[in-house]
């Protein structure tokens, strides 16, 4: 027999990480009524500080964040706790950009002329630890009024045509729609009965703090050795990459002799490890949910898609899945969605998790302790040297070739709206966090205000001109941020305007 609790809220997360925090935010900020689920009842764990809780925030990430309000708080604490690797680079003669299997490149080398719709200061990343992340979206979440129910297991739901009874820590709740928000292990995932399809891992990844007997017999810095990688931070932060075919990951306790011994055979030394204090492990699985929605449910986050945390890009991809999806799902529940909003989500976001996937696999291909692989990573290594080369990577990994095809057109459609320096002195992304669209129009014509007046609760028209219009003449953005339609030398087009805006807002 179904039970039907009494409340319905629009959209029941399951999961309160990072991705479901955000997402939570983003639906409340559209005013849609959100219950977030999750399965801890304390959200706190020394792996989400640092050294282990350091993620790398890539552009999109934090373009999302400014567009929300939220990238100066997140600036504010992970500063406060030396995590946006500042004090690190400084150090160093040059600001490294980032790596590809630990092969570093740098921002002196990157020409920024490949990026014409860049406008300076838009590139590069910080790191920021999970514990900020998460502080500040939960804070943002309760002003927000969102309500968060922890210590709440999702295990299972029952979906009609109108709802989802969600099955939680022995009770039950009502949402129009169910999100998975709820990691790796999604079990909304797997109730749900989406398939996870991919490549089984090679190697056990080990993240350790501990305490050597003789810390001069390690090396600092990363090492590629005859039976796997290893990267030592004195005096005992060590990353441990060992070809095992992952079957360590999970299998037993991490105890300190099972780490020495790793740590023996991997280095090639006889190091001696006397404490071990914080450990934990993962892989290079790499798998993908074969669908991200299923009937009135979503897949977002780690649910939707696992892969090794070489490049950082984990989280990312989730924040990117979440920003995609919480405006298209709103305008669904406020009922001006067009009909194909929802299934532009999975059109947008599978291919980009997709890309990501390959890259962590190409990465391990080059780790591998084979002679191949050290033969490759030559070639990589000389090819990471060159701007060319150095450009190409931090194109990648810093997430500045996102681009959702949306069709034909200017070459801005479908990528992220350059932050305009506004004549008034606010910026694009300070425009964006109403959460509604932006048409920009920086001659203030009448015959675009008119278009846009037929959506006004969707679109705010801004008639301003840019301190750099990077030759446009107006923009149409989403609330994610992405350009739906430019115009740039061509004779302007109202009808292809309204066109664009009824595509993405729906019916005037
Ligand atoms: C060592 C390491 C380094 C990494 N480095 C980076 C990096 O530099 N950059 C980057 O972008 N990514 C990185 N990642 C990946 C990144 O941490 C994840 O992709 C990200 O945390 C995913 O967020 P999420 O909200 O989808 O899932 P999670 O963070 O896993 O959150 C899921 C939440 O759901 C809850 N939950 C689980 N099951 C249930 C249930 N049944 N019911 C209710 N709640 C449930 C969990 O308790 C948890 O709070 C790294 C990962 C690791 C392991």
């Not at 990688?229 to 005096?235: I, S």
């Not at 890259?359 to 060319?388: C, G, H, K, N, Y």
């Not at 057109?409 to 992304?429: E, Y």
């Not at 008639?463 to 350009?483: F, N, Q, T, W």
Request: glycine fraction near 12%; hydrophobic fraction near 40%.
């Amino acid at each position: 027999m179904r039970p039907t609790p009494i409340h319905l809220h629009d959209v029941v997360i399951s999961g309160a990480g990072p991705v479901g925090l955000f997402l939570a935010c983003e639906l409340r900020q559209a005013g849609c009524s959100v219950l977030v689920l999750e399965a801890a009842g304390d959200p706190s764990s020394p792996l989400k500080h640092p050294p282990f809780g350091v993620r790398g925030l890539t552009v999109p990430t934090m373009e999302s964040f400014d567009r929300r309000g939220l990238m100066d708080a997140i600036r504010d604490r992970a500063t406060g706790r030396d995590t946006l690797g500042t004090a690190h680079w400084r150090k160093q003669p040059r600001r490294p950009g980032g790596h590809f299997a630990g092969i570093q490149f740098f921002h002196d080398q990157i020409d920024g002329e490949r990026w014409p719709y860049r406008l300076p200061g838009e590139v590069g990343s910080v790191a920021a630890d999970m514990a900020s992340i998460e502080a500040v979206l939960t804070a943002r979440a309760a002003t927000l009024g969102i309500e968060i129910e922890r210590g709440r297991e999702v295990n299972g739901f029952d979906p009609s045509d109108e709802d989802v009874v969600v099955r939680a820590g022995g009770a039950t709740f009502r949402g129009r729609w169910l999100v998975g928000c709820d990691g790796a292990r999604s079990a909304v995932r797997k109730a749900a009965g989406i398939g996870f399809a991919g490549t089984d891992p090679e190697f056990t990844g080990y993240s350790i703090q501990v305490e050597l007997a003789d810390p001069g017999v390690l090396e600092p810095g990363r090492h590629y050795t005859a039976t796997g990688m290893y990267v030592f931070t004195p005096p005992g932060t060590i990353g441990l990459v060992d070809f095992d075919g992952g079957a360590f990951h999970r299998a037993a306790p991490i105890t300190r002799s099972h780490v020495e011994a790793v740590l023996r055979r991997i280095s090639g030394t006889d190091v001696t490890v006397t404490a071990l204090h914080l450990a934990t492990t993962w892989t290079d699985r790499a798998f993908q949910a074969t669908e991200y929605r299923k009937g009135r449910v979503f897949l977002a986050g780690d649910a939707a898609h696992i892969h090794s945390p070489l490049g950082g890009q984990g989280l990312n991809l989730g924040l990117g899945d979440a920003m995609n999806l919480g405006w298209k799902l709103a305008a669904t529940i406020h009922g001006h969605a067009p009909p194909s909003l929802l299934d532009s989500y999975a059109q947008e976001r599978q291919p980009v998790a997709a890309q990501v996937l390959d890259w962590s696999r190409a990465q391990v291909a080059l780790m591998r302790p084979s002679r191949s692989s050290r033969a490759l990573e030559t070639i990589v290594r000389d090819l990471l040297a060159t701007r060319d080369g150095a450009t190409y990577f931090a194109e990648r990994i810093w997430g500045l070739s996102l681009r959702y095809d949306l069709g034909d057109g200017h070459s801005l459609v479908g990528r992220s709206a350059p932050d305009f320096a506004l004549a008034d002195g606010s910026t694009l992304n300070e425009q964006l966090r109403s959460g509604r669209g932006v048409l920009l129009d920086f001659d203030g014509r009448s015959a675009l205000r008119d278009v846009a007046a037929r959506w006004p609760d969707r679109l705010l028209h801004v008639a301003m001109d840019a301190r750099d219009r990077l030759g446009l003449g107006a923009v149409l953005v989403r609330p994610d941020g992405i350009v739906a339609w430019v115009h740039a030398d061509a004779a302007l087009d109202e009808t292809e305007l309204a066109d664009a805006i009824s595509r993405w807002f729906g019916a005037a």
